[in-house]
């Protein structure tokens, strides 16, 4: 039990690291893009744009780290030497995000019109240079994260984003002011059609900034490069690359189909509306995040010794009941949380139970994935994964031009499914962990039912209806600590 309050309040730190910089990117840049473009004729357009290309970004980062994260952990765990392994990733990334630079600006032309953005190539150019730094920063923060460094991992995260967030209020709130004023100095400077440009700028600043601190930790160690470690790295991470891949598709797909499957004409608009109720819904995933950062080098750190199946076992069931907690207080409080994104978007609103609900179930896969990591069988993460990408692609394919974006969403809750129970079987036979899974399907359907009791069941009273919310998360929590003394574990205070 002291190891999972270790991993909670390890989680808790890199929170700071993760959900703080999304949470203000939530409590700010959300309302404020929905807001902004709720006032602009073709706003829900203009967010579109943002939706898809920030889609693109997270599949192409996930390339460009081809899986060097969690090889890194396992590989610098190992007696071989912990430098060489940092030293020889930072290499083979910097190289790959050099080359991959390179051939988005010979070939900016096909490119751009590829992926429909032919007019707009600077955009592409701005895309590219944001997702190889990140990729390239990804190793200098595994190793933070590898040495136990959670407090400067997280300043230098929140550090990204209150640069972004800075730089997009001035070019988006600040800067058009001061133009409408006749300010010469903005005049020379600012064109105010250019929006959506502005928001990739404070990206590349705020990355470009973050990189710049993380240089302390990239110069300090003595370079060395060794080919040999990294063929080994390679072929352990090329699996998690492809697994990656598959598993950024199930994520972001329907963002980038959208727009072909509905068609151009109002494609973007349904991207722009679904994407900001989905962003509403992703809440879920700050959660699973940096429960991620956290639990990754501690079951590796946990691997091999006598009780790490059930600490495993433990830990997921914990897991899922820290995060069906938070899946009622998103959807039953919907109503307060709604206010987050503007009024032009709120219809997209119906997708969030779906989408909290598909992010638990991809927590509770990421738990699972533990027994082909640490055993080195990362080719079946990669297989189920793959699975789920196509179960994805199908939904959407099939489901989205007659039932929008409600379709996309039910595919994340199929895909996640699907992964979840065939890594389970498969881990049953492999490396079984003995989770107690009655007790984690009944908290569950629990949740469930109080979602619908609770959207269903409503007052006039808006206070009426808080306190009707509130007493069934509380039911849900007596119900939790009766059985599991979950709440005395978190607070130190069982016997």
């Not at 409590?27 to 073709?42: E, G, K, R």
């Not at 006749?182 to 005049?187: A, D, S």
Request: charged share 15%.
């Amino acid at each position: 039990m002291n190891e999972i309050r270790k991993l909670a309040g390890q989680t808790v730190i890199y929170g700071f690291g993760t959900v703080v910089p999304r949470f203000l990117n939530y409590a700010l840049l959300t309302p404020f893009y929905t807001y902004l473009f709720s006032n602009i004729p073709d706003g829900t357009e203009q967010y579109g744009v943002v939706t898809e290309l920030y889609a693109w970004m997270v599949l192409v980062l996930v390339f460009l780290t081809y899986g060097m994260e969690t090889a890194y952990f396992r590989f610098a765990g190992k007696k071989a030497d912990k430098d060489v392994v940092y030293s020889t990733s930072l290499v083979s990334l910097f190289i790959t995000s050099a080359v991959f630079i390179l051939l988005i600006f010979l070939f900016i032309k096909p490119i751009s019109t590829f992926i429909g953005y032919e007019t707009h190539k600077d955009y592409i150019k701005l895309f590219a240079w944001i997702v190889a730094i990140d990729a390239f920063s990804a190793i200098p923060f595994a190793y933070l994260r590898g040495n136990n460094r959670p407090v400067v991992f997280s300043a230098l995260k929140i550090l990204n984003v209150v640069i972004t967030v800075s730089l997009v209020f001035f070019f988006l709130k600040l800067a058009p002011s001061l133009y409408e004023k006749g300010n010469k100095w903005i005049i020379n400077i600012y064109d105010p059609s250019l929006m959506v440009r502005y928001i990739f700028i404070a990206n590349l600043a705020g990355s470009a900034a973050t990189l710049l601190f993380l240089l302390p930790y990239i110069i300090k160690i003595k370079f060395s490069f060794n080919g040999s470690v990294l063929r080994k790295m390679l072929k352990y991470s090329w699996p998690l690359l492809v697994g990656g891949l598959a598993g950024s598709l199930n994520e972001v797909l329907d963002k980038i189909l959208m727009k072909r499957l509905i068609g151009e004409e109002d494609g973007l608009s349904t991207v722009g509306i679904y994407g900001a109720g989905f962003k509403v819904g992703v809440i879920m995933s700050l959660f699973i995040q940096m429960y991620r950062f956290a639990a990754e080098p501690f079951f590796f750190e946990k691997a091999g010794k006598n009780d790490a199946k059930e600490t495993y076992a433990v830990t997921m069931k914990y897991f899922v009941i820290a995060s069906l907690i938070l899946f009622l207080c998103i959807n039953l409080y919907i109503n307060q949380i709604q206010f987050i994104i503007g009024p032009v978007f709120r219809e997209s609103l119906i997708v969030v139970p779906i989408i909290s609900m598909g992010y638990l179930l991809l927590g509770i896969f990421i738990n699972q994935s533990i027994w082909y990591k640490v055993d080195d069988k990362t080719i079946y993460g990669a297989i189920i994964t793959i699975f789920g990408a196509g179960v994805t692609v199908i939904i959407n394919v099939l489901f989205v031009p007659g039932y929008g974006y409600i379709a996309a969403a039910w595919a994340h809750v199929a895909c996640y499914a699907s992964m979840v129970i065939i890594s389970y079987l498969i881990g049953m036979k492999l490396y079984p962990v003995k989770y107690e899974t009655g007790k984690i399907m009944t908290y569950m359907l629990l949740a469930i039912i109080l979602v619908i009791i609770g959207l269903t069941v409503q007052a006039e009273n808006k206070l009426l209806n808080i306190l009707w919310e509130t007493s069934l998360i509380t039911a849900f929590c007596v119900v939790i600590e009766w059985r599991e003394r979950f709440f005395s574990l978190i607070l130190r205070i069982r016997k």
